[in-house]
Each structure stands twice: as structure tokens, then as C-alpha cells.
């Protein structure tokens, strides 16, 4: 592959993880104000959240697997 294949699949891998670090910081952030809400439910929204950004997660790794299929294929 050629460099300027490269420099997409690093551009792609990094937007990948700008945009879920950005999800996980909205779903945090939001989980805090509802548990500073409603403390009594702090054990479900904590594993609500923690499924959420679990989810989020996937996103950046999907894009590194695809990343390197396309860089080593």
C-alpha cells in the first residue's frame, strides 16, 4: 500500500477515537448528573453506563481491524 493509504487509514483509525472519546465523555457526564439526581438509582445507571460506553468502545476497534485489512491486504 502506498503512503497516502496509510495516511487514510491513520486519519480514519484517529476520527474514530475523537468521536468515541467524545461519546464516552457525553455518556459519563450524563450518568453523573443523573445520579447527582437521583441517587437511589446510582446502581443501574452505572451499569447502563458502563454498557454504553462498552458499545462505544467497539467503534475505534472496528475501525483499527478495518484499518489493517486494508493496510496489509
Request: glycine content about 18%; hydrophobic content about 60%; aromatic content about 2%.
Given at each position: 500500500m502506498n503512503g497516502?493509504?496509510?495516511?487514510?487509514?491513520?486519519?480514519?483509525?484517529?476520527?474514530?477515537?475523537?468521536?468515541a472519546s467524545l461519546g464516552?465523555?457525553?455518556v459519563i457526564s450524563k450518568t453523573i448528573e443523573s445520579v447527582a439526581r437521583q441517587p437511589e438509582l446510582?446502581?443501574?445507571?452505572?451499569?447502563?453506563?458502563?454498557?454504553?460506553?462498552?458499545?462505544?468502545?467497539?467503534?475505534p476497534i472496528m475501525a483499527v481491524v478495518i484499518a489493517f485489512i486494508l493496510v496489509f491486504k
Open positions: 497516502m493509504g496509510l495516511i487514510g487509514a491513520a486519519i480514519a483509525v484517529a476520527g474514530a477515537a475523537i468521536g464516552n465523555g457525553k446510582q446502581s443501574r445507571l452505572q451499569m447502563m453506563m458502563f454498557i454504553g460506553v462498552g458499545l462505544i468502545e467497539a467503534v
